[in-house]
Structures are given as C-alpha cells and as structure tokens.
C-alpha cells in the first residue's frame, strides 16, 4: 500500500487539507490556521520520510519501484497518471514542504478570509509539489497551471495597494510562456511518433520520450525518436518560453519585482522559495534530455540571458528604495547564477545549481519573512524610512544578519558550497562567463550591506513611520513563535554549509542520469 500511495499522497494530502478547512466554519480563524498548519507538518514529514528512504538505499523495503507510480488515464493519446522521485525531485519536494510549514506558520496574523487563505496555500503547495513528481508531460503541464490559480488569488485578494495590477502581470507573462509549453508538448508527442518508427504509439510519457520503450524480456530499447536538430530547436523555444519567465530571466523578468513587492511576505517567499524553482526545475528535467542537441547548440543564449541576469539584476538591487523590491531583483540574480550553472553541462556545475536552489528557497525565504516581520511592525518598506533598529530589535537583527550572509555567500553558510560548485563548473566549461558570474560578488556584498546596514545601523529616525513607532515605544522584537517559525532555515542554513556532503550524495546519481542524454563528450 505504502509503495502505491506514497507519491500521490505527498501531492494531494495538501489539497485535502485545502477542501478540509474550506469546510470548517469560517469564523473559526484558530482552528482553520492549526488545521492547515498540522496538514503542512505531516506532509513535510511525509516527505522526510520518503526521502530518508531513498537516500539509505532501503528502497528494497518497499519493493524496487517505491519511488515510481503509473496508472493507465488516456492511453490512446500518451496520457497516464505518472510519477517519479528521485535525488533532484526529492531536495525540491523536501524544500517545498518545508516552506509550506513555515510560510503557514507566518501566517497566522493574517485576519481578511482566512479559510480561503490557507486553503490556497495548501493548494499551491500541492501545485507546486506535482511539478517536482509528474514525469507525463501533460500532468507535468496540469501541475503547472495548478500553481497559478492559487497564486493569483493570493496575490490579487492579500497582497497591497497595487496587487491587482501585480496580479493581473503575473498571469500574462506565466499564461503566454504556459501555452507555449502545451502547444510544445502536443507536438513533441506527434514528432515522437512520426520518427520512432512504424508501430510506436503516440506518447507524453518522459522516458519513453527520453529513452525510448525498453522491452522487458530482451531490455533492448524500442521506439526510440529522433529529432532533427531543427525540431528540437523549436521544440526548445516553446518550452523555455515557460521555464525562463517563471524563473525568470532578463528580459522576462518585470513580472517578478511588482508581485513580490505585493504579495504578502508569507506568499512572497513561497513563490520564491519554491515555485521559482519550478522554472529552472523544467530546463534540467525536461529540455536537456528532451533535445540535446539543440540545449547545446543553444547554450551560448540561455548563458548570455543568465549573465545578464545576473549583473543587471545585481545592479537594480543597488538601487532600489523598497525592501521588497531589492529582494526581488537579489533574488533574479542568485536564480542567474542557477541557470548559469546548469549550462556549464558538468557534474560540478549542475549538482551546485541543484544545490543552489535549496540553498536559494531556505535563504530567500528567511529574508522575505523577516522583511515582513518589519513591514507589519512598522507600516513601510522604504529603506530611507529605517535605521538604527538593531539596539531596539536584537534577535530580530541578529536573524536578518544570518539571512544576509547567506545571501553573501558567506562560506561556512549554506549558499557558499552551492554557489562554489556552480562557479566551479562554469570556470571548467567557459572561463569568461566563469569571471562574469564572479564578479556579481561585488554588487551583490554592496546591496546586501546596504540593505542590512540601512534598517539596522547608521540613526534612528526621528520622524516618519518608524520614528512615530519608535516615540510610541511600539516596536517590539521578535516573539519565539517568530522565531520558531524561522528555526528550521537558520539550522539548514548553518547545517548545509557545514555538511553540504548529504545533499550532493542524493544528487549526485540523478544528476548523472540527466546529463547522460547530452552523451559522454559533455560529461567533465
């Protein structure tokens, strides 16, 4: 029973959870919170368990197709009901549960319809964790619209004074690059089948469409496509239009600053924390084994759009007066770095990118809450409008401060082995674009200092929102149950960067795996 359930259970016990707490009464805020933040929790152990499993190689216990489910749903079209776990998926669902309980957890003060809150909270986790375990295109392209609708009403009901414009953006830009994707799946399906030879039916399942279908008796594989390159360059373009505005990357990027600078803190570091990951998530998974050729022929583009990401992204950070805002663009550089990794085609550079996107959700995510922290205590987010909090605020200070090095990647934390990795790749395939995402350093220590230095250090305001808070003797520090909420990122954060060694242990077979389709010539 548990070989057969596991995988679905760990996508829908949170949608569940969501139509549970729609049917409690709506007046009753502390029992739908504690019912939407216990289903949470028993999904994030769920998946820790799940992923204990995998990673002790007891799969055994439960039969060797554990981690693999598929269920027959419209066979004559290449439709089933298939999932699939492995060492990248694994990081990312662990990664996703896990925000769902803290960003829950955040979320208690929220007081405006708080049943339809948790409810879509629940539902994007679901979403998003779909994406990670759907291995039929089509469910992979189901899962994918799944995120939006919650999103968008998360976005669009609670978020602040621009939220309906944020929102409406967010769905034009995802909704074009979507419907790219599915015109680009329905064709990768018919090309399959007009070049895998007579016989071979019409299918969107990833490994026949990878590896072919294997014959059980003989092993050998059949129904094996092959695209031109040209095909597989169009193929290519359909479906990154969807992967790199999720991302995003410069020039598809303007979505991302207005709906992170709306969205409440709590749904702003669900959406970066993990359904950003959803975007670089898709170039791994589905396009470098999917057309091989053409992800190499066009590397140099996805490299120069993340470069360019990176720096200029890093440069807006400088810049910008709203805390959220600097987050935001911070955030489009550090997934740069991801996507730059990723096109190095090595083992160093694409077990670091992994890597990097745990490390980026944990980090972000801690960032985004305790600047939210602020906001409710103090009514802005204007940088100018902060200053000299860190002797009114010190635990608060003192857990910004972690976030920010973090960011930094201080080494010793956890995004340094990440960023490492990734940088240790690039160097090894391109030494140009190895220097250039080197040198995001320098913008990147300035803006985080200055974000960090800015709300706690330097004067305190004497006038404006926080200095009427400040007169008022109203600024309080953080609670424990804040705190507690952010616990479990401060210990990832001091875990990963001291034992880095576990997480590429569980990547380092996956990665291989992935990276093969590109063929030996690749592999470094």
Same mark, same amino acid.
């Given at each position: ?5 596991i995988l ?5 016990l ?9 049917l ?9 919170r ?31 197709s ?5 269920l ?11 999932l ?13 549960a896990l ?15 708080v049943?339809?809150y ?24 189901i ?21 309906? @414009?944020? *929102? ?5 830009? !995802?909704? $074009?690059?979507? %419907? =790219?994707?599915?015109?680009? /799946?329905?064709? #990768? ?10 016989g ?77 990951k ?33 720096? @200029?992204c *890093? ?5 910008? !007066?709203? $805390?959220?805002? %600097? =987050?935001?663009?911070?955030? /489009?550089?550090? #997934?740069g ?32 809450l ?9 009514g802005t987010?204007?940088?100018?409008d902060?200053?000299?909090?860190a ?19 201080l ?11 990734v940088?240790?790749?690039v160097?090894?395939?391109?030494v ?33 929102p ?16 804040e ?8 210990v ?19 990665v ?13």
């Amino acid at each position: 029973m548990f070989q057969a359930l596991i995988l679905s259970a760990i996508i829908f016990l949170p949608l569940v959870g969501g139509i549970a707490v729609l049917l409690l009464p709506k007046d009753q805020h502390t029992a739908i919170r504690w019912t939407a933040l216990g289903v949470a929790l028993i999904n994030l152990l769920l998946t820790l368990a799940t992923t204990l499993v995998y990673s002790s190689k007891a799969v055994g216990l439960f039969g060797t197709s554990s981690f693999k489910e598929e269920l027959p749903w419209i066979p004559s079209i290449g439709i089933n009901y298939t999932l699939n776990l492995d060492g990248i998926s694994a990081l990312l669902v662990v990664l996703t549960a896990l925000l769902a309980v803290v960003c829950i957890g955040a979320s208690f003060g929220v007081q405006k319809k708080v049943k339809n809150y948790m409810a879509f909270m629940l539902l994007l986790e679901s979403g998003i964790i779909g994406v990670f375990l759907a291995s039929n295109l089509f469910l992979f392209y189901i899962f994918w619209e799944v995120m939006l609708i919650p999103a968008y009403f998360l976005l669009g009901s609670w978020g602040s004074e621009r939220r309906i @414009y944020a *929102a409406f953006k967010f769905v034009l830009y !995802t909704s $074009v690059g979507s %419907l =790219l994707m599915l015109a680009g /799946i329905i064709a #990768l399906g018919y090309f399959h089948q007009q070049t895998a030879g007579a016989g071979c039916s019409y299918t969107l399942d990833l490994g026949a469409l990878t590896n072919g279908v294997i014959n059980p008796n003989s092993g050998i594989a059949t129904c094996r496509s092959n695209l031109s390159v040209v095909t597989q360059t169009w193929l290519l373009l359909a479906f990154a239009a969807a992967f790199v505005v999720k991302v995003p990357l410069v020039p598809f990027h303007s979505w991302l600053p207005d709906a992170y600078s709306e969205a409440p803190a709590p749904v702003t570091a669900m959406l970066a924390g993990a359904m950003s990951k959803a975007g670089a998530y898709g170039l791994l998974r589905l396009c470098i084994p999917l057309f091989p050729q053409a992800i190499h022929n066009l590397a140099p583009l996805f490299n120069t759009l993340a470069v360019i990401s990176i720096l @200029y992204c *890093a440069v807006l950070a400088l810049v910008q !007066t709203d $805390v959220k805002r %600097l =987050l935001g663009y911070s955030s /489009i550089s550090h #997934l740069g770095v991801i996507v730059l990794g990723m096109f190095a085609f090595n083992t160093q550079g694409v077990e670091g990118s992994v890597l990097q996107m745990v490390n980026h959700g944990i980090t972000t995510g801690a960032l985004f809450l305790t600047a939210g922290f602020l906001e409710e205590r103090t009514g802005t987010r204007r940088l100018s409008d902060f200053g000299g909090l860190a002797v009114r605020i010190p635990v608060l200070a003192t857990v910004m401060f972690i976030a920010a090095l973090s960011s930094l990647g201080l080494p010793g934390l956890n995004s340094f082995a990440g960023e490492f990795l990734v940088l240790l790749g690039v160097f090894r395939s391109n030494v140009t674009l190895g220097v250039l995402g080197t040198i995001v350093v320098v913008p990147a220590a300035w803006y985080m200092l200055r974000f960090f230095q800015g709300i706690m250090h330097n004067q305190l305001p004497k006038s404006g929102p926080v200095g009427g808070v400040i007169r008022k003797d109203a600024l309080r520090d953080m609670s424990i149950n804040e705190f507690l909420i952010l616990l479990p990122l401060l210990v990832l954060i001091f875990y990963i960067g001291l034992h880095p060694a576990l997480l590429t242990f569980l990547l380092h077979s996956s990665v291989l795996n992935t990276m093969q389709s590109l063929g030996n010539a690749f592999l470094q």
